[in-house]
Nanobody, 116 residues
Framework: QVQLVESGGGLVQAGGSLRLSCAAS????????MGWYRQAPGKEREFVAA????????YYSDSVKGRFTISRDHAKNTVTLQMNSLKPEDTAVYYC?????????WGQGTQVTVSS
């Protein structure tokens, strides 16, 4: 069992920055990757970014590439999403994702709102 807690969401003006963090606890030995998804009003949940836990390889959706950076901290069992040059279309609930060997886990979500 893995528990995920996100933090760092909030309200920011277009062009601003936010930093999201996700802390994992419980049995995390099975970790393969961690990442972030988001869901905007009226839309399906979409992939944002992910990072391989062993190799550190990063992956980004086209909509955020060049603006967002994902990183990991093994000692703290955390993943961070640095979001720069935010746009109103980035407004969504952001969910932390933990990919294990047999199943995935999800955080409760944190709201990010970008005003024009």
């Amino acid at each position: 069992q893995v528990q995920l807690v996100e933090s760092g969401g909030g309200l920011v003006q277009a062009g601003g920055s936010l930093r999201l963090s996700c802390a994992a606890s419980g049995d995390t030995t099975c970790i393969s990757a961690m990442g972030w998804y988001r869901q905007a009003p009226g839309k399906e949940r979409e992939f944002v970014a992910a990072i391989g836990w062993s190799d550190g390889a990063t992956y980004y959706s086209d909509s955020v590439k060049g603006r967002f950076t994902i990183s990991r901290d093994h000692a703290k069992n955390t993943v961070t999403l640095q979001m720069n040059s935010l746009k109103p279309e980035d407004t969504a609930v952001y969910y932390c994702n933990f990919v294990g060997s047999v199943r995935s886990y999800w955080g409760q979500g944190t709201q990010v709102t970008v005003s024009s």
